[in-house]
């Protein structure tokens, strides 16, 4: 089974500074997708940025851009010019490329709270 | 277009009795995921619907779980009987077929005290 690992609980960023969340991921699979996804407080959850695993260009939207090494099974995730809107809860996630009994299933980690200082 | 919406919000229910859990995926989404959350803990998949037809329900912790969704539109997700470790934030989201991106609800946060 694909484990995603967060080991920031916590984390803290100035506004306007940059914040790297971690994120490592283990698999077997050659194929797949990981996710960032962000969940203020109280409200849905929502994709900030995807990537594929075959493609070795880091997926970036506006100010939030990833840093991918397949080799090394590592996912972080940078927040740029941080804004107090960025507070919030954020989930790294696995989904297999592969269709399995279990669908399209996500794994994800335990999360890390970001919380944005003015 | 609306996006998945879960019902209610919130529950506190006793131990031992029955909660209810609602969740309307975006519609045309053929996929349909229930998740739960458990304080601190990862979020874990619980089942997998496409349309109608479970695809996979291997994620339930056990038979006090039922998950229906008739005519393949909305979903219910019944606990009977509710107990302490039931507790937590039960997602639910919903994709297309083919599609990579999920959509997810806000959740119910369900006490049981």
């Known amino acids: 089974a694909q484990t995603v690992t967060q080991s920031q609980p916590e984390m803290s960023v100035q506004e306007a500074e940059t914040v790297t969340l971690s994120c490592t991921y283990d698999t077997s699979e050659s194929d797949y997708y990981l996710f960032w996804y962000k969940q203020p407080p109280s409200r849905q959850m929502i994709l900030v940025i995807r990537?594929?695993?075959?493609?070795?260009q880091n997926a970036t939207e506006n100010r939030f851009s990833v840093n991918f090494q397949k080799a090394a099974k590592s996912f972080s995730l940078k927040i740029s010019d941080s804004q107090l809107g960025d507070a919030a809860m954020y989930f790294c996630?696995?989904?297999?490329?592969?269709?399995?009994?279990?669908?399209?299933?996500?794994?994800f980690g335990k999360g890390t709270s970001l919380l944005v200082t003015p | 277009e609306a996006g998945v919406t879960q019902f209610p919000s919130h529950s506190v229910i006793e131990k031992g009795q029955t909660v209810t859990l609602r969740c309307d995926p975006i519609?045309?989404?053929?996929?349909l995921y229930w998740y739960r959350r458990v304080m601190g803990k990862e979020i874990k998949f619980l089942l997998h619907f496409v349309k109608e037809s479970k695809q996979d329900e291997s994620g339930m912790p056990n038979n006090r779980f039922l998950a229906e969704r008739t005519g393949g539109t909305y979903s219910t997700l019944k606990v009977q009987p509710a107990e302490l470790e039931d507790s937590g934030v039960y997602f639910c989201a919903s994709s297309q077929t083919g599609g990579t991106e999920a959509f997810f609800g806000q959740g119910t946060r369900l006490t049981v005290v």
């Open positions: 519609s045309g989404h053929d996929n």
């Open positions: 996630a696995y989904r297999s490329a592969l269709n399995s009994n279990s669908g399209y299933a996500l794994n």
């Open positions: 990537q594929e695993a075959y493609k070795q």
